[in-house]
């Protein structure tokens, strides 16, 4: 229950990054685009809390978990999104990192898991090819300001993809037992070597630099050497003191209270159609 509810936190989080740019896309393609992905994440959010509900708990309980912050999603989305290039870097290198992460989860051994990272993994890819894409446009075709924008983005978001596959190996508490129980299939330091051998080759394409100076081919490792992590940035976000942690957790708060009035009528819907049909059946 615990990373699968996590996990749905994380895509119901996720959509409020993007979402703050849906009303400022440049073009109606790239607007109806981004609102399909935002809207997709919603979706998975969906699936996940479904599947974490077969383990026998109950949406109510996995939302307290959020709202009250007891549960964790994550770290990612609690960076801000200062620009249009940011988005196309998020669909780039945060839903890389997550095809990454979540492509051996198709595998695991929690069916109904399972299952919804198949449809889920399938729709990540979209996102991350709709991300590069726009990424790509602005770099061949942009203004030096627009290939400007791309750079900045990327140094803002290089670090924090690659701290999405959480705490090194060895300081990973988890993942010995999620590896006993076939949740965790490839550990933290793997998947996140295999995205960074693969980003690095897609970032010389785009043409931009990311911001790591060690970042260097290994020839005998046969994989890129990178620098250090700052792992106290990244338990300071996870611990809820991010540079967004308390916005997007308001946010969510209130969206789920908001929400409320349709929650209880479409709860008084069903009970009336439950008393019609035991009356029709009597
Ligand atoms: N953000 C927030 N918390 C994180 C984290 C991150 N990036 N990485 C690790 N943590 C937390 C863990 O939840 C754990 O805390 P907990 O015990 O209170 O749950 C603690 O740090 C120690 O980490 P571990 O390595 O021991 O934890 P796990 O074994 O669970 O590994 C994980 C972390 C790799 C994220 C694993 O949980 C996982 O694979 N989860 C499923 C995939 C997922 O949740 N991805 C999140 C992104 S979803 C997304 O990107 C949406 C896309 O549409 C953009």
């Not at 509810?5 to 119901?12: G, N």
């Not at 933290?188 to 100076?213: C, H, M, S, W, Y």
């Not at 050497?225 to 338990?235: S, V």
Request: charged share 25%; proline share 4%; with cysteine.
């Amino acid at each position: 229950v615990r990373q699968i509810s996590q996990h749905a936190h994380s895509e119901i989080v996720g959509m409020l990054p993007e979402g703050n740019w849906v009303t400022r896309a440049p073009t109606l393609k790239r607007k109806a685009i981004l609102m399909a992905k935002v809207q997709d994440e919603g979706g998975h959010g969906l699936y996940l809390y479904a599947a974490a509900e077969t383990l026998g708990t109950s949406r109510d309980q996995l939302l307290d978990a959020l709202h009250t912050g007891k549960a964790k999603y994550s770290s990612i989305f609690n960076y801000p999104t200062l620009t249009w290039a940011d988005i196309g870097v998020i669909g780039w290198l945060v839903d890389g990192a997550a095809i990454m992460n979540q492509v051996p989860i198709c595998r695991c051994s929690y069916a109904p898991y399972a299952r919804a990272m198949v449809r889920i993994c399938r729709e990540e890819s979209f996102h991350q090819r709709q991300g590069y894409d726009s990424l790509l446009v602005m770099m061949q075709n942009g203004t030096d300001a627009q290939k400007a924008m791309v750079q900045d983005a990327v140094n803002r978001w290089w670090w924090p993809s690659i701290m999405m596959f959480g705490p090194p190996d060895d300081q990973s508490p988890n993942s010995a037992q999620s590896m006993r129980w076939g949740i965790k299939r490839v550990s933290n330091d793997t998947l996140r070597q295999k995205f960074i051998d693969a980003t690095v080759e897609q970032a010389k394409v785009l043409g931009v630099t990311l911001p790591d100076p060690d970042l260097k081919w290994n020839e005998e490792r046969q994989h890129y050497d990178y620098g250090q992590i700052d792992w106290d940035e990244f338990w300071n976000t996870v611990n809820g003191h991010g540079p967004m942690n308390k916005e997007r957790l308001a946010t969510r708060v209130k969206a789920h209270n908001d929400g409320a009035w349709v929650r209880e009528a479409a709860l008084a819907h069903a009970r009336k159609q439950q008393q019609r049909q035991q009356k029709e059946a009597a």
